[in-house]
């Protein structure tokens, strides 16, 4: 089972900053890592596929980058609606894939 | 616009049977296999079950469900279910339908999901 290891668990930020999500495999998955946006009440939204192609109509503020078992996501300049719990997925071993426990962005 | 609207969630005991369906619209139903994930209260995202495209030939589960859930589709009308029999306390989550990204083949990514729908496992 390859498990996705999200940090930090909690980032509190400002509008306007940089946010930096890091999610690490415990075995290389290539690059079939997406990342997810998820707020309250609201259906997951997919940001990132294989590491670093945004999803359609993804602003481009969005990146993600990395391979093997190193990820980020970074978030340029952070827009008020960004603040939400990001998740990553790893397809590696479709299926079953697997998802990292979330790191929740939230307002400073 | 892609809609996916998930339905049939509710307040059952251990042991009972429940059926979930999704109703979709937007798009080709047929060309795209189609997925269950849930989020347990407080907790992450879970990948729950798998659908291949066109006649559902491939199915595919969790572990922790395999055997007990069933998932299916009627592409004559646009709508995934998934049957869940022998539920336990650990199976009380929100359950969402979710689109393949990819046309066709299955690619274990998921770009478009229904709001969900909440199934609570109690006595």
């Known amino acids: 089972e390859i498990v996705l290891t999200q940090s930090p668990a909690t980032l509190s930020l400002s509008p306007g900053e940089r946010a930096t999500l890091s999610c690490r495999a415990s075995q290389s998955v290539s690059s079939y890592l997406a990342w997810y946006q998820h707020k309250p009440g609201q259906a997951p939204r997919l940001l990132i596929y294989?590491?670093?192609s945004r999803a359609t109509g993804i602003p481009a503020r969005f990146s993600g980058s990395g391979s093997g078992t190193d990820f980020t996501l970074t978030i340029s300049s952070l827009e008020p609606e960004d603040f939400a719990v990001y998740y990553c997925q790893q397809r590696s071993n479709w299926p079953p894939g697997s998802f990292g426990q979330g790191t929740k962005l939230e307002i400073k | 616009e892609v809609q996916l609207l998930e339905s049939g969630g509710g307040l059952v005991q251990p042991g009972g049977s429940l059926r979930l369906s999704c109703a979709a619209s937007g798009f080709t139903f047929s060309s795209y296999a189609m997925s269950w994930v849930r989020q347990a209260p407080g907790k992450g995202l879970e990948w729950v079950s798998t659908?291949?495209?066109?006649?559902?030939?491939?199915?595919y589960y969790a572990d922790s469900v395999k055997g007990r859930f069933t998932i299916s589709r009627d592409n004559s009308k646009n709508t995934l279910f998934l049957q869940m029999n022998s539920l336990r306390g650990e199976d009380t989550a929100v359950y969402y339908c979710?689109?393949?990204?990819?046309?066709?083949?299955?690619?274990?990514?998921?770009?478009?999901w229904g709001q969900g729908t909440l199934v609570t496992v109690s006595s």
């Open positions: 294989d590491a670093s």
């Open positions: 659908i291949s495209a066109s006649n559902g030939a491939n199915t």
């Open positions: 979710a689109k393949d990204r990819r046309y066709s083949t299955s690619s274990g990514n998921f770009d478009y």
